[in-house]
Every structure is written in structure tokens, then in C-alpha cells.
């Protein structure tokens, strides 16, 4: 449960999703922990795709069209993990019950 999930959209649908669905079973500090593992690694595939695309030639049309989709993809990856923080309130500090803060 500790490595993120290969930051693709088909991915991220099929093996995160039950990744977080058992850690949010264990505590939501888990989940939370899922979920910020996964931003960082989408965050960092996000980079390498952008990378690739500026370096690619502006004739290769195709390539840049396909690189320029999972560019998309993967930026709303990150706004739908964020997302999916706040609806399931993991987006707060999580204390264990008679703690302070």
C-alpha cells in the first residue's frame, strides 16, 4: 500500500481506487497518506511528460497531440486526487479522538 500507482489514468482508475478504498478501511490517516503519495508521483510523471513534450520537434504533429493529452490527463489526475481529499475530509489535520492538537 506504500508505492503510488503509475501515474496513468487507466491506472490510477483500476489500482488506485482499491488502494485507497482498503486504506481509508484502515484509518483515513492512511488514506490520506495514498492519496499524497499519489500527487506527488502523478506530479512527477506530470514533469517528465512536459519535458518531453518541449523537447519534441514542432513537426513530429502527432506526438506532440498524443504527449499534449496525457499532459491533460494527468493535470486532472491531480485536481480529482484533491478533490477526492476534500470529499472524503482527508484534506484537514486527522487527529486520533481525545488527542490535542
Known sequence: MSTATEPSTRAIRVE???????????????????????????QEGLLHLQTLLSELPL???????????????????????NTGKTKLGLDQSLQEPGTMP
Open 59 to 81: 513537426k513530429q504533429t502527432f506526438n506532440r497531440l498524443g504527449l499534449a493529452f496525457r499532459v491533460q490527463q494527468l493535470t486532472m489526475v491531480i485536481a480529482w486526487l
Open 16 to 42: 488506485f481506487i482499491t488502494r485507497l478504498y482498503f486504506a481509508y478501511a484502515i484509518s483515513p490517516a492512511a488514506a490520506r497518506t495514498v492519496i499524497d503519495q499519489q500527487i506527488v508521483s502523478t
